[in-house]
Structures are given as structure tokens and as C-alpha cells.
């Protein structure tokens, strides 16, 4: 079974501050790929990055970074610097060849950032 | 124009009325699904194609079934909805990359 755990219901920091979302995946597959996704308060679903599981470097993208740790199977996303437009919520999602390439959603992270 | 497009954008109805919502596409992708969004519990899928022959179900389609007409076309239909089906839907198309590009969302009430 393909699981995906975003713990963080709801975070709020303040703008400038840098923030961490979490995100914990079960496979059995040895081949799969994560994502990122944000959802801004006009209700859109943007990709944000794919990461396969062959590929463990850290990806750095302006302000958003993202590490992706095998041995724990994580794969977190960081905002530096947060800003308000960086408020959204922000989903984590896993698919792989075994799983028929469906994709499987976290519940998603609230995330409010306040000027 | 946008790639992903789906009507309606807002429906109310009332129980065990027959909906149906649309999307089309003109990213020349041949996958397409259908999910449900809830708060608290993510993005839920109901249906996928993965061409125009191929319809399966994903993990929630009770209460729900779906019609490919053509490449670019997925509809979701509930043929008798319930409350419990009030939620935003949301279709997606994606290539072999396996990245979802979304539609805006369908909001649904049924009252």
C-alpha cells in the first residue's frame, strides 16, 4: 500500500521566518517518484517539484528547498524567509510504477504566514 | 486559455439528482483523473483513464461513474448525489512524467 503522511495540520509563523513542512511516505516500491503541490487560497493546484527515488541530492529553488532522506523516508520542504504569499496549503503526494502511477495525496499542511 | 479546463465552476443540487461535470483538456495527454478534495483528508481519487479504452476505478467510486469520450475529454457523473458528496473536484491530465496538471476545481453542494 502507498501511504503519505503530512503531520502538520495547520502551521503559523511570521513573515521572514523560515518553516519546515513535513512529509512521510510508505512504499514497497523500490522505484517511485514525490511531490510537492501548493494550493493558494484562489483554490488552484500548482506543482511545485518531482523527486524520483533513485535521486537523493537536496533541490534548492529560490527561497523553497527540499530534502529527501531515504533512510527515513521523508521528503521535507522548507521556506526560507516565508512570506504572506507564501500562505497556502501545500500537499505531498507519491506515486510509483507498482501503484499503477496513481498518485496518492497527504491531507496537506495549512500553512499561514502573517505580516 | 487554460490547458485544464472544467465545468461547472459551482453547482448546487439537491439529493438524488443526476450531475454531471466536465473537463477537457489541450495538453494532447492521454491520462486524466478525477479527485475529490475534503478538508482534512487531501485529494482522493475516484476515477482514472489512462486512454480512451481504459477507465479505472480508484480508491472512493462508489456513488460515482465516468465517460471518456475522447483523448481530450473525462466526465464525472453522479447519478444519484448525496450530501456526502458535497467537496471540491478537481480533474488532472499528466504525460508519462507522471505530474498531475489540474483543472480549477469544480465546487459541488448538495443540499
Known amino acids: 500500500a502507498q501511504k503519505v503522511t503530512q503531520a502538520q495540520t495547520e502551521i503559523s509563523v511570521v513573515e521572514k521566518e523560515d518553516v519546515t513542512l513535513d512529509c512521510v511516505y510508505e512504499?514497497?516500491?523500490?522505484?517511485?517518484?514525490l511531490f510537492w503541490y501548493k494550493q493558494p487560497p484562489s483554490g488552484e493546484l500548482v506543482f511545485l517539484i518531482r523527486?524520483?527515488?533513485?535521486?537523493?541530492q537536496n533541490e534548492i529553488s529560490g527561497r523553497y528547498s527540499w530534502n529527501f532522506q531515504k533512510s527515513t523516508s521523508s521528503f521535507n520542504f522548507t521556506i526560507t524567509a516565508s512570506q504572506v504569499v507564501d500562505s497556502a496549503v501545500y500537499f505531498c503526494a507519491l506515486t510509483s510504477l507498482g501503484y499503477g502511477n496513481k498518485l496518492v495525496f497527504g491531507a496537506g499542511t495549512i500553512l499561514r504566514v502573517k505580516s | 486559455d487554460a490547458d485544464v479546463t472544467q465545468t461547472p465552476r459551482n453547482r448546487i443540487t439537491k439529493t438524488g439528482k443526476r450531475i454531471m461535470l466536465e473537463c477537457s483538456q489541450t495538453?494532447?495527454?492521454?491520462?486524466m483523473y478525477w479527485y475529490r478534495q475534503d478538508p482534512g483528508l487531501g485529494l482522493r481519487l475516484i476515477y482514472y483513464s489512462f486512454d480512451v479504452k481504459d477507465i479505472n476505478k480508484g480508491e472512493i467510486s462508489d456513488g460515482y461513474s465516468v465517460s471518456r469520450q475522447a483523448q481530450a475529454k473525462f466526465s464525472l457523473s453522479l447519478e444519484s448525489a448525496i450530501p456526502n458528496q458535497t467537496a471540491l473536484y478537481f480533474c488532472?491530465?499528466?504525460?508519462?512524467?507522471?505530474?498531475?496538471?489540474f483543472g480549477p476545481g469544480t465546487r459541488l453542494t448538495v443540499t
Open positions: 523527486r524520483n527515488s533513485f535521486d537523493e
Open positions: 495538453k494532447g495527454h492521454d491520462r
Open positions: 512504499t514497497r516500491d523500490t522505484t517511485y517518484y
Open positions: 488532472a491530465t499528466s504525460d508519462s512524467s507522471g505530474i498531475l496538471y
